[in-house]
């Protein structure tokens, strides 16, 4: 009797173990199965973190190589993510992440703090820039970390290379994409773009102090179809500087201050050519800045600006909130030329606030005037912080007010210039 009730129920205990191992494999089967799909998915399989490759993140010890390393393993992933971590301090030295082999989509994941060196032995002579991305094709630089240029050591001279390196530099590269980071204290600019398209900018901030020099906050060059907005810049230059090559360049909804303003050049040094056209710059703010919205060109220069828009510009305490400077000189004397770069199609739609200076400056070559500016309510008054002013001035200026002005703007000619050369140079782009 006992070893039939311990026959059953063995047989009982067996059944039992059979049907739920069978489910335990059912199961495990799908787990298995679903384990396989998360390893091949690129979101974690292609998530590359530099702590893992050496970086000690104490914002003492060396980390450039450790990046070096991570860059090399994510370049060769599609749609990869190198993470620099929140919490974590890294010292890096001039790098480049470069390609053109790289694949595309990578993601540059800034939730750490990068910081560059301060000793003028970890530069050595020449470098024109710290952080350099090069060749790449839709690469983005996200997150809400700080590169941190520590380039008080640069500014006032001392034992650093005469050579101010730029914070963080794109060249030749396409469908770039800079959102959520901060760039403080650059050693010269905050952040270049040259030789890119398909380039996005928003959400950002630049910090430098404003006697801090040549620190733009965001330059262009020989850059198309560029989009800058949602940001903050405060620097010792101009919040953004439009140089030449630059074509279809969309700035809006930007604040600026300190700093220079917005500038397109300066243009033509060294009897160079120049062509920037399709500019707009529009719902941006300027407190305490040098000028608002500026257009600046070498004697000697060649080329032209064309089809610019600045439109609802809220000006405070600007020393001169609308400028066109084609005699720029930066330092020292500059001989006359009769070349210069064409100015035309420039029109200035709602500006208004407080400057400190000169409402208007219009200065325009004797040989190759400014044609078909336009002012369209524009309401200009003289800060209470200032105690002298002057009144706008004009220089073979050519265009239309299409309404009246304050203060009135009597000085702008109206009509085409009987010189013809303007158009001619003009076409030269």
Known sequence: MKSIKLGSFTLIIAIVFAVWFSKFESCSGRQGRHWRK????????????????????DGHADDTKAFQAAWAAACKVESSTLVIPSGSVFLVKPISFSGPNCAQNIVFQLDGKIIAPTSSAAWGSGILQWLEFTKLSKITIRGKGIIDGQGSVWWHGGK???????????????????????????????LK???CTNVQVYGISTSSPGDSPNTDGIHLQNSQDVVI???????????????????????HDVDCGPGHGISIGSLGKGKTKACVSNVTVQDVTFENTLTGVRIKTWQGGFGSVRDVMFSNIQVTDVETPIMIDQYYCDGGKCKNATPAVAVAGINYLNVKGTYTKEPVHLACSESLPCTDITLDTIELKLSQKSKRSNGPFCWEAYGELRTETVPPIDCLETGNPSKTGARANKDSC
């Open 38 to 57: 998360l390893k091949a998915s690129p979101a974690s399989a292609a998530t590359f973190n530099v702590l893992d490759f050496g970086a000690k993140g």
């Open 160 to 190: 650093m290379s005469s050579t101010k390196p730029t914070a963080l530099r794109f060249y030749g590269s396409n469908g770039v994409v800079v959102t959520g980071i901060s760039i403080q204290n650059s050693q010269q600019t905050h």
């Open 193 to 195: 773009f040259d030789g």
């Open 229 to 251: 907005y949602s940001s903050t810049l405060a620097c010792g230059d101009d919040c953004v500087s439009i140089q030449t090559g630059c074509s279809n360049i969309y700035v």
